[in-house]
């Protein structure tokens, strides 16, 4: 337990932390418009 109270953790700065935020986003969208959208644009022009 004493350990565990000196063990320092890092964190990025806000900045950075936002930029991986920017940069999840973009893939979640990607990958969701690859499993959703794409399927639902091709269902529509079939139609």
Known sequence: MNELKILQI???PLEKQQ?????LDK???LT???T???PK?????EK
Not at 19 to 23: A, H, L, R, S, V
């Open 27 to 29: 893939f979640d969208k």
């Open 10 to 12: 890092l964190i990025s």
């Open 41 to 45: 644009e091709i269902e529509l022009r």
């Open 36 to 38: 959703e959208g794409l």
């Open 19 to 23: 930029e991986i935020i920017n940069i």
């Open 32 to 34: 969701n418009d690859l």
